[in-house]
């Protein structure tokens, strides 16, 4: 009893004064929020506690797991050490200057220069300043357009989340950089763009690209920023060779390629970065946060080529004036540094791999269940997209919201799993097993059948 009403006092604190994320008034102010008090490797415990295995990884960044001893060691001798030094303009401390030479050695080949931000989105802030800048360093001032893609999420800060286009981002009471964000068309496989039905996808969506290019003319556009993976837009893999296409466009305009790595470097797919081990390409800039201290302190990591460099850094009078105070932190620093020492000595890299496999063909079993339309994704991230009818691929009334249903049934059966309207997103710890992930299946099936039952039962056709 004791524990129940601390965890009712604590959720009353919470929605008595805080301002959450991406807060939606009308289910907080009815239900509150689900209040962790510990957490161990991949499983959670609530104030309650209950036990949950966390199969969303805290949001994409748990990679070693939680509650690690020689991380909290990591983190509490540098405090002692030294706890904060500035990093702007002359300065640096040591574990900022042992992180930027590691991170040189693990980028693709040309990519040497790390500049560090407090997290993803505003590593994407600081890539949309930086195309700016190289470009008007080499006398092109006027290429400020910035073209993304239609689904994309880049985070949110007031260029990051102008960059991206996620279905429910663009709420009418904020604004937006509308006059230098374009966009062209998610390359979803699964659902085609409009028009798009027919023929070879990626060649569709290269000559959309460079249609996009004349219209808005090339002298204008000065970037082009893409994930590898479209993470929260809805785990969507671009079809083959098309990542590579659309540089090969970008390299003919001098057009700086943006890879928003956020979520897919540092081990999610097997590899310290997706870009060119994954989808053969090596992009002029990687943004990356996240899996570079698997959550245990905020850091993140706008990483650019050696052209690039070369040109901003030419003028003596140049003054690159972007910045964080907490950037290059040099507790977080040593959390990234230890974070990286523990994925080399324990393998997790091929853990990704090998168990992420095994997770894409144990999830695919889900599309015989008669509400999953597509099971997609690589690695350890995935996504089930749930349909009213597979034929045609309708979706189920948004006011459903199926997938906070099948969300809120697998937690009752101790498995979190990410809603995102109607499709239910994964991206576990990379330290879980092939049990792990036979837990995950067992009980999202049972979550999903449930749920069709229910609606069911409320008169939904499903078929």
């Not at 390409?281 to 050696?306: Q, T, V």
């Not at 991230?381 to 249903?405: H, R, S």
């Not at 799993?417 to 792990?436: A, C, F, K, Q, W």
């Amino acid at each position: 009893m004791a524990h129940s009403n601390t965890a009712q006092a604590l959720m009353e604190m919470d929605r008595a004064h805080a301002l959450h994320p991406f807060a939606h008034f009308e289910s907080f102010n009815k239900d509150g929020a689900l209040v962790i008090m510990e957490g161990s490797g991949a499983h959670l415990k609530d104030a309650t506690g209950r036990e949950f295995f966390d199969a969303v990884g805290g949001l994409w960044c748990t990679n070693i797991g939680l509650g690690r001893d020689e991380m909290a060691d990591a983190i509490a001798d540098q405090v002692r050490k030294l706890s904060f030094s500035s990093t702007f303009t002359d300065m640096t401390n040591e574990t900022s200057a042992l992180l930027v030479s590691k991170l040189a050695e693990l980028t693709p080949k040309g990519l040497d220069h790390i500049h560090f931000t407090t997290g993803g989105s505003t590593a994407i802030d600081t890539a949309v300043r930086m195309v700016h800048y190289y470009q008007a360093s080499r006398g092109y001032a006027a290429k400020k357009l910035i073209i993304a893609r239609d689904h994309s999420y880049h985070g949110s800060t007031y260029a990051a989340m102008s960059a991206g286009k996620r279905p429910g981002d663009h709420v009418p009471e904020f604004q937006y950089m509308n006059d230098i964000f374009h966009h062209i068309s998610c390359p979803n496989p699964y659902r085609p763009p409009e028009g798009m039905e027919e023929g070879d996808l990626t060649e569709l969506l290269v000559k959309e690209f460079e249609d996009t290019i004349d219209l808005l003319g090339a002298n204008n556009i000065g970037g082009f920023f893409a994930e590898p993976i479209q993470a929260s837009g809805g785990v969507i893999v671009p079809p083959d060779g098309y990542l590579r296409r659309i540089r090969e466009v970008c390299k003919s305009h001098n057009i700086l390629f943006v890879a928003d790595e956020v979520v897919t470097a540092f081990g999610r797919l097997g590899h310290w970065f997706a870009s060119e081990d994954e989808f053969d390409m090596i992009p002029d800039i990687i943004c990356s946060a996240k899996g570079l201290s698997s959550g245990y302190l905020p850091i993140g990591a706008m990483i650019y080529s050696n052209e690039v460099h070369e040109v901003i850094s030419q003028s003596e009078s140049g003054y690159f004036t972007s910045g964080f105070t907490y950037a290059g932190h040099p507790v977080s620093c040593a959390a990234a540094l230890k974070n990286i020492e523990i994925m080399e000595r324990e393998n997790i890299l091929k853990n990704a791999h090998d168990v992420g496999l095994y997770f894409e063909n144990k999830l695919a079993n889900l599309n015989d269940l008669p509400l999953v339309g597509n099971v997609r994704g690589k690695k350890m991230m995935m996504c089930v997209e749930n349909v009213a009818n597979k034929e045609t691929k309708e979706l189920l009334p948004d006011d459903l919201n199926v997938g906070k249903l099948i969300s809120n049934k697998a937690e009752e059966l101790g498995l979190l799993v990410r809603p995102l309207g109607h499709l239910n997103v994964m991206s576990p710890s990379l330290t879980i097993t092939v049990e792990d992930i036979d837990f995950i299946e067992l009980n999202l099936k049972k979550a999903i059948m449930s749920v069709t039952d229910d609606l069911v039962r409320s008169g939904h056709k499903i078929s």
